[in-house]
């Protein structure tokens, strides 16, 4: 090896060995949040950039996300300073793997949010960092069709089929899109809105006369939906390729169409059934790990996080909407607008029915989704009869619930133990 | 450094990297597939058994892997034989030809995705060409067969390319005087193939045939692409249980399950195409 050679790898050596201590100083933001590239660049940019510590935001699918917590969990020593996910997955956590965040002097204008936020103890594991929720959204193309009669922003199931219909009839195509795809979020649909909208529960009426009813009325809508649901992950795609004309989903899961084409696309509150407007508030939350090397740069974050300022640059990358009491400016991306407007109107409406995201369910989370997408591929993909697949699948509902002991949420009434499948 | 010690010294590193990232997890999975906390049991499989999706992921895995292996080895042998008799530009047609190695699974799935889609280049061509009035729905669930087609197209697509590059260099072992001699006697060029290409290739389509079917057993991505949530595959169910569930314990159990599956049709392609002793070239 010639001098020239043996200089240079000790230089470059050296300089990698420099960088990684650089990157090692840095908050490390470990995330399920903001994931899209653009997202996490404007999280990045936009919205950490001012930290004066740095940030090394990384956002994650939840597997990776959790598994690498875990590890660290496990092995009592870690690298990730501060967590940011949904109230789900924190929910899923030991609390005590989480540190107390009460004493911040920080906190949500939400009192729900933050009892929420308490994970079933007295301190404040998480901190409330984020809300969404679910809203529809239609191609004004698709206006023309709605029943007569029909208010827009007070719609109910039957003339949402009804516009299905229409529109079917009128283009020769099925135009109502789900997001029934594999990433598709079409559990909390059936737990956050057709449920609580037909059967004024999730858990308990999980197998109710009401719940045939949701599904016959489902299987309707669905007789006029594009049939390639089950490949729709992202509706904003459909959206805007013109696959689908109405459509549910999250808000941050329609931006995208609304900020590339806002006079297209309009944004409007769920649909009511009987039992009211169901719908189902999204929250996500930051928290730091008991292992996390850097405690107080990440307490530093947290509080930096909940700031007026921070929220709204939050809400402008991510499109989810502030946590504490802030004055929204007014050159807000169209997106944002438009969804604020609909989940506003869905809120304050006088049959509003919210529904909990599922809580207290620890690691059988997933298995309580499933239970919903099951009946939904069982019911409504292979057409089996409704009430033989609710009874089977009321079993595993039995099952979870009694697992777990997680007592009912609303809209659900409150319940002694384990939430009961009556 | 003694002669005789010589080939084990080589081989050391490989061998402590197959037991540091190969048998050691191995040993893991099973461990975490065979018990529940207390000791052993087979409470994982019974679980991930029962799932009534389970015989239909495993008879989707085997339909798949039945239709499309076949077919690839059949295309792979006509482009290998076709390469090898190229007297100019072999590399490149070669090089083009294993383009689609270097693609990800997913990024495969999504290309045929971009074909199949009501928005997709198929429905543009056809509606272009004014074969249909307006885009038709491809991939639904109400027409599974095209979800199975455009699956096997992109696998085809994808991955016949590995077992071409096998069965490439195992035809280049075969000794051209064997040609030669056949030439003398006027054997026609089928019967060349079909008795000095095919038993003199056997060693390599074996080792193609066997990788071929191992990730056949593993496909996913192409499939969670295509065929959304109406083509469960086993590797799919087991990133459900995995990711979805966090049912560790239930997606190494269904781990355990496709090796054995695989174990099976490696000793059965091994057997079928067995090289006798003292027949290798």
């Known amino acids: 090896m010639s001098i020239h050679l043996k200089l240079s790898v000790a230089v470059s050596g050296v300089a990698m060995l420099a960088g990684a201590a650089a990157v090692q100083a840095e908050t ?89 936020a308490k994970l079933g103890t007295d301190s404040l594991q998480y901190m409330p960092w984020m809300q969404a929720s679910y809203i529809m959204a239609a191609n004004t193309e698709a206006l023309q069709y709605l029943p007569e009669g029909a208010d827009i922003d007070a719609l109910t199931y039957d003339q949402l089929i009804a516009w299905a219909a229409n529109v079917e009839e009128a283009t020769g195509q099925k135009k109502f899109g789900f997001p029934a795809g594999p990433k598709g979020l079409k559990h909390r649909f059936f737990q956050g809105y057709l449920y609580p909208s037909y059967t004024n529960g999730v858990v308990r009426t999980f197998a109710s006369p009401e719940a045939v009813t ?157 239970v919903y997408v099951d009946a939904f591929e069982r019911i409504v993909l292979a057409g089996q009869p409704i009430e033989q697949v609710l009874e089977d699948q009321k079993k595993q509902l039995e099952k979870i619930m009694n697992e777990t002991g997680a007592p009912c949420w609303a809209p659900d009434a409150p319940s002694e133990g384990a939430c009961p499948v009556e | 450094m003694e002669a005789r010690l010589l080939p084990y010294f080589l081989i050391l590193p490989v061998t402590l990297f197959l037991c540091l990232f190969f048998l050691y997890p191995f040993a893991l999975v099973a461990q975490q597939a065979f018990g529940t906390g207390d000791g052993f049991s087979l409470d994982n499989f019974r679980e991930v058994v029962s799932y009534w999706k389970f015989p239909i992921s495993m008879k989707n895995t085997f ?14 042998l006509l ?105 003398v006697f006027g054997a026609s060029r089928w019967k060349q193939f079909t008795r000095i290409t095919l038993p003199l290739l056997r060693p390599s389509l074996q080792t193609a045939l066997v990788l071929r079917v191992i990730l056949a057993f593993e496909v996913f991505a192409v499939v969670a692409a295509l065929g959304g949530t109406i083509f469960p595959v086993l590797m799919g169910e087991i990133y459900a249980y995995q990711f979805d569930l966090q049912n560790g314990g239930a997606a190494a159990a269904l781990a355990i399950i496709v090796l054995i599956i695989s174990i099976v049709f490696t000793l059965i392609i091994m057997r079928a195409l067995r090289v006798p002793k003292g027949a290798t070239i």
């Open chain 1, 214 to 370: 949701a599904w016959e009325k489902f299987k309707e809508l669905w007789s006029h939906t594009n049939p390639a649901s089950t490949n729709f992950s992202f509706m904003q795609e459909q959206l805007l390729n013109g696959d689908a004309w109405i459509v549910f989903d999250h808000t941050s899961r329609l931006a995208q169409a609304f900020n590339e084409r806002p006079d297209d696309f309009v944004a409007f509150p769920a649909p009511a059934g009987p039992t009211g407007r169901g719908f189902m508030p999204v929250l996500a939350g930051v928290a730091i790990p008991r292992t996390a090397p850097d405690a107080e740069g990440a307490k530093a974050l947290v509080t930096y996080l909940m700031q007026p300022e921070t929220q709204i640059a939050t809400l402008k990358a991510t499109n989810f909407f502030p946590v504490v009491d802030v004055e929204l400016p007014a050159d807000l991306p169209p997106s944002v607008k438009a969804a604020g407007e609909a989940v506003a109107k869905m809120s304050s409406s006088a049959d509003a029915n919210p529904g909990l995201l599922p809580a207290g369910l620890g690691s059988m989370g997933g298995d309580f989704n499933r």
């Open chain 1, 28 to 116: 490390l933001f470990w995330s399920t949040q903001a994931r899209p590239a653009e997202e996490a660049q404007a999280m990045r940019t936009e919205v950490l950039g001012g930290f004066e510590g740095g940030v090394d935001y990384q956002p994650n699918e939840d597997g990776p996300w959790l598994t690498r917590l875990q590890a660290e969990l496990q092995a009592d020593s870690g690298s990730i300073d501060l967590l940011g996910s949904l109230h789900g997955n924190f929910s899923a956590m030991n609390p005590d793997d989480l540190m107390d965040l009460s004493e911040l002097g920080v906190m949500s204008a939400s009192g729900t949010f933050n009892d929420l």
């Open chain 2, 79 to 183: 482009m290998a034989t076709m390469v090898t008799k190229m007297q100019k530009g072999r590399d490149l047609v070669l090089y083009i030809w294993t383009i689609p190695l270097g693609i990800s699974d997913l990024a495969a799935g999504i290309i045929w995705l971009a074909i199949f889609e009501q928005s997709g280049f198929l429905n543009s061509m056809m509606v272009g060409l004014g074969v249909t009035d307006q885009p038709v729905s491809l991939l639904s669930y109400q027409t599974p067969w095209v979800v199975f087609l455009a699956i096997m197209l992109a696998e085809i697509w994808r991955a016949t390319a590995i077992m071409l590059v096998i069965l490439v260099a195992g035809i280049g072992l075969i000794p051209k005087e064997y040609y030669e001699a056949a030439d």
């Open chain 2, 63 to 76: 339909l798949l892997a039945a239709a499309v292996v076949p077919i690839q080895l059949a295309l792979s």
